[in-house]
Nanobody, 127 residues
Framework: QLQPVESGGGLVQSGGSRRLSCDASRVTLDNYVIGWFRQAPGKEREGVSCISRSGSFIRYADSVKGRFTMSRDDAKRMVYLQMNTLKPEDTAVYYC????????????????????WGQGTQVTVSS
């Protein structure tokens, strides 16, 4: 199984920070696009950030631009989502997903393109 594993969720106060980790050690990151998605209560899942297989292209949802930073450590095969200035509306289950891709230079928020999903980690931001 190539399923990634998320960690780092928890309870944080509004304005605080949290770093999520995605263990993708079962794959070679150069061959995969990695995405972070989230699903808030009563809402559809949405793309938060994604990184291309080369690592040179990173995309953010407008709602998190300037506050969240996605990065990866190829040696550890880990992907991170640093979340700063958190708001109550960031409360959600956060998922890491991976997409096998040998050709593209960008990444996508289209969920159906992703091959494996983690179980998710809950982030709760209190006001």
């Amino acid at each position: 199984q190539l399923q990634p594993v998320e960690s780092g969720g928890g309870l944080v106060q509004s304005g605080g920070s949290r770093r999520l980790s995605c263990d993708a050690s079962r794959v070679t990151l150069d061959n995969y696009v990695i995405g972070w998605f989230r699903q808030a209560p009563g809402k559809e899942r949405e793309g938060v950030s994604c990184i291309s297989r080369s690592g040179s292209f990173i995309r953010y949802a407008d709602s998190v631009k300037g506050r969240f930073t996605m990065s990866r450590d190829d040696a550890k095969r880990m992907v991170y989502l640093q979340m700063n200035t958190l708001k109550p509306e960031d409360t959600a289950v956060y998922y890491c997903a991976i997409k096998w891709d040998l050709y593209s230079t960008v990444c996508t928020f289209m969920e159906e393109r992703y091959d494996y999903w983690g179980q998710g980690t809950q982030v709760t931001v209190s006001s």
